[in-house]
């Protein structure tokens, strides 16, 4: 996907690290529609970003999620890439994890991001581009985050199933980031965080991202020395 000039959608344009990969892609040249569920972050996105399309969306809503592309298309005549960046954290043992929790992790975490892309393929054109955020988790599960874990590598092998069918048509990222310090751990809705190691660059988490869209990579993770990764190939 060519960043200058491409129409993007934004999904969790609201948090760090959407609205910094909103920035990001701006910066290039890109026209942008972002969607959140804080309204008042919303709204100061939509300004940030010229006045651009903005709606609310929220995760257990499948069905808004689904209609979001359409919309993004409408708005800015034509759609060319989606960035989904919504995620919720839990911490615990799985033994003493409720169901209710496990049930909000697989919602927004997978569910959520599946709809929002799903209902985006078909007015995505050939040369589009599309990427989600799931984590290292998703290819390294760890103790203590068994379902925030699963519902990462959920959302992992959906992106990997897609990339390959629509391989003639559409890009399909998996953003396996980092830890980075956004306090995202912080607001988990269970649990407590275990110790995290500093967090990454922002800044080159971000750049990577972008420039996976722009080159239709299928992966991005970290690598040695916490350089940023593109299908194994170092950014």
Not at 93 to 117: F, S, Y
Request: proline share 5%; hydrophobic share 50%.
């Amino acid at each position: 996907m060519e960043v200058r000039g491409a129409r993007v959608l934004v999904v969790g344009a609201t948090g760090v690290i959407g609205g910094a990969i909103a920035a990001a892609l701006a910066a290039r040249g890109a026209s942008l529609a972002v969607a959140g569920r804080d309204e008042a972050r919303l709204a100061r996105a939509a300004e940030r970003f010229g006045g651009c399309p903005a709606r609310r969306c929220e995760a257990y809503d499948l069905d808004g999620c689904a209609a979001l592309g359409a919309w993004a298309a409408e708005g800015l005549s034509g759609l060319d890439g989606v960035v989904v960046t919504v995620g919720s954290a839990a911490f615990g043992k799985a033994a003493r994890t409720p169901d209710a929790v496990a049930e909000h992790l697989a919602t927004v975490n997978a569910l959520a991001p599946m709809a929002v892309l799903r209902g985006a393929l078909d007015v995505l054109g050939p040369g589009s581009a599309v990427g989600a955020v799931t984590g290292v988790v998703a290819e390294r599960p760890q103790p203590g985050m068994a379902d925030y874990s699963a519902s990462k590598a959920m959302l992992s092998a959906w992106l990997d199933a897609v990339r390959r069918e629509q391989r003639a048509r559409t890009s399909v990222l998996d953003a396996r980031l980092p830890h980075l310090d956004t306090g995202f751990a912080g607001r988990a809705v269970a649990g407590e965080p275990p110790r995290m190691p500093a967090g990454a660059d922002l800044d080159a988490v971000v750049a990577a991202v972008v420039r996976g869209l722009e080159t239709g990579a299928g992966v991005c993770r970290p690598g040695p020395g916490g350089r940023m990764l593109l299908d194994d190939r170092e950014v």
